[in-house]
């Protein structure tokens, strides 16, 4: 595969036979992010899990102090007083049935979806379109919620929430935040980050949880981290 000019140039910063602490990797992926927009940047961790053992599924959320570096738009697919709880929370669409049929039709220009419990039998015929985007409400996801925490869960999703779970190549991609984001911030979202997949380990997992780890942005290379100083971080 050729290699353009650029990417051999930034792919000089770092050194393949190195680990990097994660304050060294932001800073090169800062220092590498060298394109017109904003480049987001990535964690990537390699699990040691099976993907297909059920014992071994890892999913969850995290919560980004820093956000995400983008207005993140919420859909909450609610009716009754649950609908007007969440418009008042600040919900930028709200709806039962008509926001069903405009999603069955191709529409998903939002963020993240939110549904209350009683909306999920709607909801559920969605599922390959929004399956396939990751924006299907789950209870595992804190999604599904009860309508008293929707202004709770609302203002997490504008705060900038992720949400990660294992692939079926047994690794997790997250998005930390973007490369315009001074050294402290991305080091406050990665933190969160980290602390959450540590505690989201599974009572099946055996041996060594996190394999390798690996910092990136869209069009830079890939930093391989340290594991011992990333995974004692802590957002506290």
Excluded: C
Aim: aromatic fraction near 6%; hydrophobic fraction near 40%; charge should be positive.
């Amino acid at each position: 595969m050729k290699i353009g000019k650029r990417y051999a140039e930034t792919a000089k910063l770092v050194d393949k036979t190195k680990e990097y602490t994660p304050e060294e990797a932001i800073a090169i992926a800062k220092k590498g992010a060298t394109v017109k927009f904003d480049e987001t940047v990535e964690l990537h961790l390699r699990m040691g899990l099976d993907p297909r053992n059920s014992a071994h599924q890892v999913r969850g959320i995290a919560l980004l102090p820093f956000g995400l570096g983008k207005q993140v738009k919420v859909l909450v697919f609610a009716q009754g007083e649950a609908a007007k709880t969440a418009e008042a929370g600040g919900a930028d669409f709200v709806g039962a049935d008509e926001l069903v049929k405009k999603i069955e039709e191709g529409w998903t220009e939002f963020d993240v979806a939110i549904a209350t419990p009683d909306m999920m039998s709607k909801v559920g015929k969605l599922g390959k379109v929004l399956g396939r985007k990751g924006l299907m409400p789950n209870p595992k996801s804190g999604t599904v919620v009860n309508p008293n925490d929707l202004p709770r869960v609302l203002q997490d999703a504008r705060k900038g929430r992720v949400e990660f779970k294992l692939d079926r190549t047994a690794i997790i991609h997250v998005v930390v935040g973007k490369a315009s984001f001074e050294p402290e911030k991305l080091m406050g979202n990665l933190a969160s980050i980290i602390e959450a997949i540590v505690k989201a380990r599974p009572s099946g997992a055996k041996g060594q949880y996190v394999r390798s780890a690996f910092l990136t942005t869209t069009m830079g290379p890939s930093v391989k981290l340290d594991l011992k100083p990333t995974l004692a971080l802590t957002s506290s």
